[in-house]
Protein backbone atom coordinates (compact mmCIF):
# COMPACT_ATOMS: atom_id res chain seq x y z
CA UNK A 1 0.00 0.00 0.00
CA UNK A 2 3.18 2.46 0.73
CA UNK A 3 4.50 1.91 -2.46
CA UNK A 4 1.03 2.06 -4.60
CA UNK A 5 0.49 5.43 -2.25
CA UNK A 6 4.14 6.79 -3.24
CA UNK A 7 3.47 6.40 -6.90
CA UNK A 8 0.00 7.63 -6.91
CA UNK A 9 0.83 10.64 -5.44
CA UNK A 10 2.99 11.86 -8.91
CA UNK A 11 -0.59 12.43 -10.67
CA UNK A 12 -0.54 15.40 -7.60
CA UNK A 13 2.79 16.51 -8.63
CA UNK A 14 1.92 19.79 -10.69
CA UNK A 15 -1.53 20.71 -9.45
CA UNK A 16 -2.00 19.62 -6.03
CA UNK A 17 1.30 20.16 -4.94
CA UNK A 18 0.28 19.71 -0.79
CA UNK A 19 -1.64 16.79 -1.62
CA UNK A 20 1.46 15.36 -3.20
CA UNK A 21 3.65 15.81 -0.74
CA UNK A 22 1.46 13.61 1.90
CA UNK A 23 0.76 10.90 -0.10
CA UNK A 24 4.15 10.81 -1.15
CA UNK A 25 5.36 11.02 2.22
CA UNK A 26 2.93 8.61 3.97
CA UNK A 27 3.28 6.21 1.15
CA UNK A 28 7.33 6.51 1.71
CA UNK A 29 6.43 6.29 5.50
CA UNK A 30 4.65 3.06 5.36
CA UNK A 31 6.81 0.96 2.88
CA UNK A 32 9.98 1.77 4.58
CA UNK A 33 8.25 0.63 7.91
CA UNK A 34 6.55 -2.47 6.21
CA UNK A 35 10.72 -3.13 4.62
CA UNK A 36 12.18 -3.03 7.79
CA UNK A 37 9.61 -4.69 10.34
CA UNK A 38 10.00 -7.62 7.33
CA UNK A 39 14.05 -7.26 7.05
CA UNK A 40 14.36 -6.65 11.33
CA UNK A 41 11.77 -9.51 11.83
CA UNK A 42 12.04 -13.34 12.23
CA UNK A 43 10.78 -14.01 8.65
CA UNK A 44 13.53 -16.34 6.92
CA UNK A 45 16.15 -15.42 4.65
CA UNK A 46 14.70 -16.72 1.91
CA UNK A 47 11.30 -14.49 2.70
CA UNK A 48 14.22 -11.06 3.25
CA UNK A 49 15.10 -11.35 -0.12
CA UNK A 50 12.10 -11.99 -1.58
CA UNK A 51 11.11 -8.77 -0.35
CA UNK A 52 14.28 -7.12 -0.72
CA UNK A 53 13.71 -7.94 -4.63
CA UNK A 54 10.20 -6.68 -4.36
CA UNK A 55 11.42 -3.25 -3.55
CA UNK A 56 13.82 -3.02 -5.48
CA UNK A 57 11.48 -3.93 -8.30
CA UNK A 58 9.13 -1.18 -6.81
CA UNK A 59 11.17 1.66 -6.71
CA UNK A 60 12.40 0.95 -10.64
CA UNK A 61 8.90 0.58 -11.43
CA UNK A 62 8.11 4.36 -9.80
CA UNK A 63 11.31 5.71 -11.58
CA UNK A 64 10.13 4.62 -14.61
CA UNK A 65 6.25 5.98 -14.00
CA UNK A 66 7.30 9.25 -12.48
CA UNK A 67 7.87 10.98 -15.50
CA UNK A 68 4.48 9.76 -17.02
CA UNK A 69 2.58 10.39 -13.96
CA UNK A 70 3.54 14.14 -13.61
CA UNK A 71 3.01 14.96 -17.28
CA UNK A 72 -0.82 13.58 -16.59
CA UNK A 73 -0.95 16.16 -13.61
CA UNK A 74 -0.11 18.68 -15.90
CA UNK A 75 -2.15 17.87 -18.60
CA UNK A 76 -5.17 17.35 -15.98
CA UNK A 77 -4.75 20.64 -14.04
CA UNK A 78 -4.70 22.30 -18.13
CA UNK A 79 -8.05 19.86 -18.74
CA UNK A 80 -9.39 21.19 -15.77
CA UNK A 81 -8.49 24.69 -16.68
CA UNK A 82 -9.01 25.08 -19.92
CA UNK A 83 -11.34 27.92 -20.18
CA UNK A 84 -9.89 29.74 -17.82
CA UNK A 85 -6.49 29.40 -19.33
CA UNK A 86 -7.96 30.32 -22.40
CA UNK A 87 -8.97 33.68 -21.24
CA UNK A 88 -6.33 34.37 -19.87
CA UNK A 89 -3.77 33.78 -22.26
CA UNK A 90 -6.21 35.70 -25.12
CA UNK A 91 -5.88 38.65 -22.95
CA UNK A 92 -1.84 38.55 -22.63
CA UNK A 93 -1.48 37.61 -26.23
CA UNK A 94 -2.96 40.99 -27.06
CA UNK A 95 -0.87 43.09 -25.42
CA UNK A 96 2.84 44.06 -25.39
CA UNK A 97 5.82 43.74 -23.64
CA UNK A 98 6.50 41.61 -20.02
CA UNK A 99 3.37 41.15 -17.76
CA UNK A 100 3.74 39.95 -14.66
CA UNK A 101 0.73 39.60 -12.14
CA UNK A 102 0.66 38.35 -8.86
CA UNK A 103 -2.46 38.06 -6.24
CA UNK A 104 -3.08 42.03 -5.92
CA UNK A 105 -0.25 43.43 -8.70
CA UNK A 106 -0.01 44.09 -12.44
CA UNK A 107 3.25 45.01 -13.34
CA UNK A 108 2.92 45.95 -17.07
CA UNK A 109 4.87 49.15 -18.75
CA UNK A 110 1.45 50.62 -20.05
CA UNK A 111 -1.86 50.63 -19.13
CA UNK A 112 -3.23 48.74 -21.99
CA UNK A 113 -5.54 46.28 -19.90
CA UNK A 114 -9.60 47.71 -19.62
CA UNK A 115 -10.83 47.67 -16.00
CA UNK A 116 -13.10 44.48 -16.96
CA UNK A 117 -9.57 42.24 -18.45
CA UNK A 118 -7.88 43.53 -15.06
CA UNK A 119 -10.70 41.64 -12.97
CA UNK A 120 -10.76 38.81 -15.10
CA UNK A 121 -7.19 38.24 -15.04
CA UNK A 122 -7.54 38.60 -11.37
CA UNK A 123 -10.11 36.60 -11.03
CA UNK A 124 -8.13 33.93 -13.24
CA UNK A 125 -5.01 33.58 -11.29
CA UNK A 126 -7.54 33.13 -8.39
CA UNK A 127 -9.27 30.12 -9.95
CA UNK A 128 -6.07 28.72 -11.10
CA UNK A 129 -4.55 29.26 -7.58
CA UNK A 130 -1.26 30.26 -9.51
CA UNK A 131 0.93 32.32 -7.07
CA UNK A 132 2.48 34.38 -10.52
CA UNK A 133 1.96 34.59 -14.30
CA UNK A 134 4.21 36.04 -16.10
CA UNK A 135 4.00 36.86 -19.77
CA UNK A 136 6.99 37.52 -22.32
CA UNK A 137 7.11 37.75 -26.23
CA UNK A 138 7.40 33.94 -26.57
CA UNK A 139 5.69 32.44 -23.55
CA UNK A 140 2.96 32.64 -20.94
CA UNK A 141 4.17 30.99 -17.50
CA UNK A 142 1.92 30.37 -14.55
CA UNK A 143 3.58 29.27 -11.38
CA UNK A 144 1.77 26.66 -9.64
CA UNK A 145 4.34 26.12 -6.74
CA UNK A 146 7.84 27.91 -5.10
CA UNK A 147 9.38 27.24 -2.30
CA UNK A 148 12.90 29.06 -2.08
CA UNK A 149 14.65 28.12 -5.42
CA UNK A 150 12.42 25.16 -6.66
CA UNK A 151 9.88 26.28 -8.81
CA UNK A 152 6.89 24.24 -10.85
CA UNK A 153 4.87 25.85 -13.07
CA UNK A 154 3.13 25.29 -17.07
CA UNK A 155 4.14 27.18 -19.91
CA UNK A 156 1.87 28.38 -23.33
CA UNK A 157 4.57 28.49 -25.83
CA UNK A 158 2.69 31.51 -27.72
CA UNK A 159 5.44 31.31 -31.07
CA UNK A 160 4.14 28.85 -33.94
CA UNK A 161 8.13 26.87 -33.33
CA UNK A 162 8.47 25.08 -30.18
CA UNK A 163 10.92 26.09 -27.41
CA UNK A 164 14.32 24.32 -26.67
CA UNK A 165 14.84 21.45 -24.75
CA UNK A 166 14.97 22.73 -21.46
CA UNK A 167 10.92 22.64 -21.59
CA UNK A 168 9.30 19.62 -21.79
CA UNK A 169 6.13 18.80 -23.72
CA UNK A 170 2.78 18.34 -22.36
CA UNK A 171 -0.36 19.24 -24.50
CA UNK A 172 -0.63 21.28 -27.74
CA UNK A 173 1.38 24.29 -26.67
CA UNK A 174 1.73 23.70 -23.47
CA UNK A 175 5.52 22.95 -21.71
CA UNK A 176 7.20 22.13 -18.36
Same mark, same amino acid.
Given at each position: ????????? %????????????????????????????????????????? /?????????????????????????????????????????????????????????????????????????????????????????????? /???????????? /????????????????? /? %??
Amino acid at each position: MGVALAIFS %FLFFGRKQDTYQVLLISGLVIATVSYLLILFGKEKLKTKLL /WTAVVILCAVIQQMTEPILINNSYRIFIKQNENTLVDINKILNHTSGDVTITADTIIHKSDEFTVAETERLFEGRRKLGVYLISKTDHEIYYGL /WGFLDVRLGITY /WAEKSYPDIQYRHITGN /W %FH
